[in-house]
């Protein structure tokens, strides 16, 4: 039992440059998240999925898109890549109904936007 | 909206010393209340949760006690080790109907506990 995982654990881009951030979860929850976490900010909330299929925004989704194609994946893209978009990148799931959104959290993903 | 407070650090405390980090919310409904420490390299991790009020979350020595009148979940341990260093964030949830929102999280609290 993985847990959840990320991948990959470290990128650097250029600006203007693409690239999918992948996170996998092997505990069969509905809900998943992504965050990013900014020194002195905290984690905020970018994009979530209550299922397969599904996807909504969160507090920060401007140059953000997501897919949730199977159950157990949510990926996350940058289209075009920014310096503002340069932080530390954290996938979740949920218990969610059961367990009042108790969130499992993966290792995280370190970008770089030069 | 909703949001979270917490001491911002960094804590710098001696071994078997006793820590208080003081977190409060605000919020528009009845939240769920969450504790997460983050290990230098790592993800969040779950350290304690309280979903009413009066609710006393606890794991590993660490106690919160859920005060809707104070509106606050402050977390304490009696003796702190040097293995208790890291981030720690305090979070509300508020489950709102027909599915779940992500998590509203304070900035964080760095704790560092020296020998």
């Known amino acids: 039992n993985a847990g959840v995982t990320q991948t990959p654990k470290f990128r650097v881009l250029k600006t203007g440059q693409s690239m999918t951030l992948l996170c996998a979860q092997d505990?069969?929850?509905?809900?998943m998240y992504w965050y990013r976490q900014d020194p002195g900010m905290g984690l905020r909330l970018i994009h979530y999925s209550v299922g397969e299929g599904t996807t909504a925004k969160g507090e920060v989704p401007d140059g953000y898109n997501v897919s949730r194609l199977k159950k157990q994946n949510f990926l996350l893209g940058l289209e075009s890549a920014a310096p503002s978009q340069t932080s530390v990148y954290f996938c979740?799931?949920?218990?969610?109904?059961?367990?009042?959104?108790?969130?499992?959290f993966g290792p995280g993903t370190r970008l770089t936007v030069l | 909206g909703n949001s979270v407070t917490q001491m911002e650090g960094p804590v710098t405390l001696s071994e078997e010393a006793f820590l208080t980090i003081n977190c409060t919310y605000t919020a528009t409904g009845y939240p769920s209340l969450f504790w997460y420490v983050q290990y230098p390299g790592e993800g969040l991790q779950l350290l304690l949760k309280a979903t009413k009020a009066d609710d006393k979350g606890s794991n590993k020595g660490f106690e919160a006690t859920y005060r809707k009148e104070t509106t606050s979940f402050h977390l304490e341990k009696g003796s702190v080790q040097v293995s208790d260093s890291a981030v720690y964030f305090c979070?509300?949830?508020?489950?709102?109907?027909?599915?779940?929102?992500?998590?509203?999280f304070g900035k964080g609290t760095h704790l560092i506990i020296q020998p």
């Open positions: 979740a799931s949920s218990t969610w109904p059961s367990s009042y959104n108790e969130q499992f």
């Open positions: 979070a509300l949830s508020l489950n709102s109907g027909g599915g779940a929102d992500g998590l509203t």
């Open positions: 505990m069969n929850h509905e809900y």
